[in-house]
């Protein structure tokens, strides 16, 4: 009785929480727009008509929910272990090139399903391998993980913008559009009249579940949280920390793979110089906004793709700049950052 009762007062303090953070996010932005001269009312109805306005406009959020989701599930795990994992950006690079790589040699070889299948493993294993790499900088050459992903991101961009100016550029002229298309039964499979990609859904709630029955069902999902909490402790009582460190980036990276993957085969087609569309750093936004907690993250996944996506709609009916759905981003997060900061204090002060 006393567990239901904890967990029904932590739903409530959630709740509670969010219910704050959304209001001071509301009054925040109203603020903004009232000092800018724009209405404040209209610009929200046209973010949210923008964004969930018809069913071609839901597929469209989903379809960048889908990256967004599997980048944030990729950062639960390395921020379950206390590792800021800033490269997740490169991780979806690399996955992106990997698939890559592996459809191209599906154009004149294989069967369409079978070389989709394996893109999708080559990226899953192109993103996990760079961000292996930046875990075996920290363990082994002291290398703050912040510091080893921000330059494996500018290494996954530079290999990229070499691959579609050299070895991979279009037949007979090189191009920021990037690669050349795919046939198209290299394509993911999607919904023609929404251009909504059930496969990629389906592989992404799966993503979800999977995440969060590791995280709060194995003794893999505990051994991290132990070591995020108390490294030396965890050493003491048989853990080690280096190893977990390295499958928890594997993890992180595989995920973020899959994430670049969903770009080439589900969205753009061909690798192009910023097939990323900055989901990694985003997806960092929505873990902290999540309080590093995988049950959540998925609605505010959805609800920054809705900024994204509504924001569009400002520049043509108001003559708003669409930055605005970044500025309300912001605001979340920072909004976010002081309620869970003020609930940690009220708790230290309670003790």
């Known amino acids: 009785m006393e567990w239901v009762a904890g967990k029904k007062e932590n739903m409530k303090r959630t709740l509670l929480e969010i219910g704050v953070i959304l209001g001071g996010v509301f009054a925040i932005t109203t603020l903004i727009l009232v000092v800018a001269g724009a209405p404040p009312m209209q610009a929200f109805y046209h973010l949210i008509a923008g964004s969930i306005g018809s069913w071609l406009k839901v597929a469209q959020v989903l379809m960048g929910w889908i990256p967004l989701c599997l980048c944030a599930c990729g950062?639960?795990?390395?921020f379950r272990i206390g590792l800021w994992n800033i490269g997740v950006e490169g991780q979806v690079v690399a996955g992106a090139v990997a698939a890559t790589f592996v459809l191209r040699l599906g154009v004149e070889a294989g069967s369409p399903g079978v070389m989709l299948v394996l893109a999708f493993f080559g990226g899953l294993l192109g993103g996990s391998l760079w961000a292996i790499i930046a875990g075996f900088l920290k363990i082994k050459g002291g290398v703050n993980e912040i510091f080893g992903g921000l330059g494996m991101n500018f290494v996954a961009q530079g290999i990229t913008l070499w691959l579609i100016f050299g070895p991979w550029k279009r037949p007979g002229v090189a191009s920021m559009s990037g690669t050349e298309l795919f046939p198209t039964n290299l394509w993911l499979p999607s919904i023609a009249s929404l251009r909504l990609s059930p496969t990629g859904l389906g592989l992404t709630i799966a993503v979800l579940l999977v995440?969060?029955?590791?995280?709060?069902?194995?003794?893999?999902?505990?051994?991290?949280?132990?070591?995020?909490?108390?490294?030396?402790?965890?050493?003491?009582?048989?853990?080690?920390?280096?190893?977990?460190?390295?499958?928890?980036?594997?993890?992180?990276?595989?995920?973020?793979?899959?994430?670049?993957?969903?770009?080439?085969?589900?969205?753009?087609?061909?690798?192009?110089?910023?097939?990323?569309?900055?989901?990694?750093?985003?997806?960092?936004?929505?873990?902290?906004?999540?309080?590093?907690?995988?049950?959540?993250a998925p609605a505010i996944a959805f609800f920054f793709v809705c900024l994204n996506v509504g924001g569009i709609q400002l520049p043509m009916m108001l003559q708003l700049d669409s930055s605005l759905s970044g500025i309300i981003q912001g605001i979340c997060v920072l909004t976010a950052l002081l309620v869970y900061s003020w609930r940690r204090k009220r708790t230290i002060t309670e003790e």
């Open 75 to 78: 950062l639960v795990y390395s």
């Open 211 to 296: 995440t969060a029955w590791v995280l709060s069902r194995t003794r893999l999902g505990l051994a991290l949280k132990g070591i995020g909490n108390n490294p030396r402790a965890a050493y003491l009582h048989g853990l080690k920390p280096n190893r977990y460190i390295i499958i928890a980036m594997g993890l992180a990276g595989g995920c973020a793979g899959l994430a670049g993957t969903f770009q080439v085969t589900g969205v753009y087609h061909r690798l192009i110089p910023a097939i990323s569309s900055n989901y990694g750093y985003l997806a960092l936004l929505v873990v902290m906004l999540a309080n590093y907690r995988i049950g959540i």
